[in-house]
């Protein structure tokens, strides 16, 4: 158990709705990363924050969205969805500095119908 | 731009055997760190081994091992003795210091046969 937790596990759902991924990080982490991992586009990096601020933003498309609230949870919210973004999509933290490792949650299973 | 580069999509190897993973990478950064990491089915990401790029030594972890080469951006997985809980996805992945994302490469899958 990496100890960082992602709700829910697997969601459905179908084009055009809107759904929120949530990701606990480990107790004490201040970053927290989200990833999408597609047979296709492989593990792609989406976006960071780092106390609650945006740090980093990789391939993420307009349509998503995160945020990082004080208790230091966050959540990806995923808007106007298409086929296409049906993925596995991972959260994963770490304490803030570079040299450190990243635990992973489990990952989200979407499927967009 | 960072990239990683992986150009074995799968291997295979019999228990007990060495196999290695290849590994190449680019980046302008002078300081970065490099990383193995392990998808089994479960579909958890597990780090392997890690390594930073101002270090020379090899590291080691167990049956892991890395060889990196500075020059010439490579950092390829040793694993010794292999054993079947080893079959997995494998990824490398570049983290710059300055950038602060991870980047990983497209991975190999490892099959380990009895």
């Known amino acids: 158990d990496s100890g960082v937790t992602q709700t829910p596990k697997h969601l459905i759902t179908a084009t055009g709705q809107r759904v929120t991924l949530r990701c606990s990080p480990r107790s004490g982490d201040l970053s927290v990363y989200w990833y999408q991992q597609s047979l296709d586009q492989g593990l792609q990096f989406l976006i960071q924050?780092?106390?609650?601020?945006?740090?980093a933003k990789g391939n993420i498309l307009e349509r998503f969205s995160a945020q990082q609230f004080p208790d230091l949870h966050s959540e990806l919210n995923l808007s106007s969805l298409e086929l296409g973004d049906s993925a596995l999509y991972f959260c994963a933290s770490s304490p803030g500095a570079p040299n450190e490792k990243l635990f992973f949650g489990s990952g989200t299973q979407l499927s967009v119908l | 731009a960072q990239t990683v580069t992986q150009s074995q999509p799968e291997m295979s190897v019999q228990e007990a055997e060495t196999v290695t993973l290849s590994c190449t990478y680019d980046t302008s950064e002078n300081n970065y760190y490099l990383f193995w990491y392990k998808q089994p089915p479960s579909r958890q990401m597990i780090l392997v081994i890690r390594?930073?790029?101002?270090?020379?030594q090899n590291a080691t972890e167990n049956r892991f091992s890395v060889n990196f080469q500075k020059a010439a951006k490579s950092f390829s997985l040793k694993i010794s003795d292999s054993q079947l809980g080893d079959t997995a996805m494998y990824f490398c992945a570049l983290r710059s210091y300055n950038t602060d994302k991870l980047i990983f490469g497209t991975g190999t899958r490892l099959q380990v046969f009895p």
């Open positions: 924050y780092y106390n609650g601020e945006e740090r």
């Open positions: 390594q930073e790029a101002y270090k020379q």
